[in-house]
């Protein structure tokens, strides 16, 4: 074995033009393939991670039925004794409370529908840095009495801070909820949507605005690990019971799903096509290769050399060439994919200003994926071994007399 490796070795350097075509072609597919992998896991993850932050969260507990028809009248009535039970969960990090109602908010003239959602300011802030989205005026304390409201609100009620904004609203089971409260802040949202709408309050006063003292409509779970969200709503489902709805943010956000998968496809299908072009490359070289040594192959047999050993060197020329190929790819592509992982490529222009108004920072961010980088290896592998079948099915059928006549 060890000489036939040798053998291998040199064999590949007897034509060095053709060895360095097929050990570029390689490198070059590889390290398209994880640029552009990279970047488009990267706009994934943080599609996935505005989305969920913006709104739902990465998975939401909550009184069965009420994601449905989102009725005030669906509410938790025991927060404390879920968090207690979600708290003995290893693989969850925290957990967010809120409580959500629509209201009719006015100024001294004008009012709009507005979305108010009561929230805990620490762990809000904590799992989508609210806080730091304040333009004017404080963020939200423990103990505030006031109000958060969004930009566009704020100018088309004409308000500002210390002003009152007065809601009226439905409350628990049918009740009135009226109150007027004072602006402590103004927070500007990336969506056009949200800026136009959002009202935040800490949750104490957000159950008395509703009359249910002790009530959420949700608690939003943060795992340790996303990629472990199913694993974990089933833990959760069976120690919850039947009373409590487990949703993730696939279920909540079936419109962000579906644009991943579909961008994903068409990815999928340009790595494809990538690929056809490097394998045809490589098929091509072992063609010319197996071709040009046909004589050669016929006086090592001819000398007493098994045809098997002929095709394990073959095996071993090919293998050699892909994997430094492989290896000089992933040298060349790492460096890049890690530095932009850490500072993403900053957006400017027309392609900013799109990117904001669907919620997202104006970046383009590359995902640092051990699993993408494998993936490329093993397919690119397995392309070498497949045009290997064409030189195996040659040698097989190897004629020793017609071999020599050439």
């Known amino acids: 074995m060890k000489n036939v490796i040798i053998l291998a070795w040199r064999n590949i350097w007897r034509n060095k033009k053709r060895t360095i075509i097929t050990v570029l072609s390689v490198l070059f597919s590889v390290f398209l393939a994880l640029i552009m992998r990279s970047l488009q ?12 932050k913006l709104s739902t969260g990465y998975m939401q507990i909550h009184e069965k039925g009420y994601w449905e028809k989102k009725s005030i009248n669906k509410l938790v009535s025991n927060p404390q004794e879920v968090i207690n039970t979600l708290s003995k969960k290893g693989d969850i990090e925290y957990v967010v409370p809120r409580l959500e109602v629509f209201s009719l908010a006015a100024s001294d003239s004008l009012s709009k529908g507005v979305a108010i959602t009561g929230v805990d300011p620490s762990q809000e802030n904590r799992f989508n840095g609210l806080g730091d ?21 704020s100018s088309y009620l004409k308000l500002g801070i210390n002003d009152t904004l007065v809601m009226i609203g439905q409350g628990y089971h049918g009740i009135n909820a009226v109150g007027k409260y004072a602006i402590e802040g103004i927070i500007k949202h990336a969506n056009p949507k949200l800026n136009k709408m959002a ?10 605005f509703i009359g249910a003292p002790n009530h959420l409509s949700a608690l939003l779970v943060t795992p340790k690990n996303p990629k472990t969200l199913e694993a ?15 949703m993730t943010w696939k279920d909540m956000l079936p419109e962000v799903v579906q644009t991943i998968e579909s961008d994903n496809m068409g990815g999928i299908i340009m790595l494809v096509i990538l690929y056809m072009v490097v394998g045809f490359g490589i098929f091509g070289t072992v063609m010319m290769m197996t071709m040009e040594r046909i004589k050669e192959f ?16 073959l095996f071993f020329e090919i293998l050699m060439m892909t994997v430094l190929g492989l290896f000089l790819g992933i040298a060349l592509a790492f460096p890049i994919v890690f530095y932009y992982h850490k500072n993403p490529i900053k957006l400017s222009g027309d392609f900013s200003s799109s990117m904001e108004e669907m919620g997202l920072e ?18 690119i592998l397995l392309i070498s071994i497949f045009c290997l079948t064409y030189p195996f099915y040659t040698i097989g059928k190897l004629k020793i007399v017609k071999a020599l006549k050439g």
Do not use: C, H, W
């Open 133 to 153: 989205k304040v333009v004017q005026g404080e963020f939200l304390k423990e103990n505030s009495e006031g109000i958060l409201i969004a930009k566009g609100l």
């Open 232 to 246: 974990l709503r089933a833990n959760l489902e069976k120690d919850l019971g039947e009373e409590f709805e487990v």
């Open 41 to 52: 896991l990267g706009t994934y993850g943080q599609m996935i991670d505005s989305s969920v």
């Open 362 to 379: 104006a970046i383009l961010p590359f995902a640092l994926d051990s699993s993408s980088f494998l993936a490329q290896g093993v397919v």
């Open 298 to 313: 016929g006086v090592l047999v001819a000398v007493g050399m098994k045809k098997i050993k002929i095709e394990l060197m």
């Open 199 to 208: 009202v935040y309050m800490t949750i104490p006063v957000m159950q008395t």
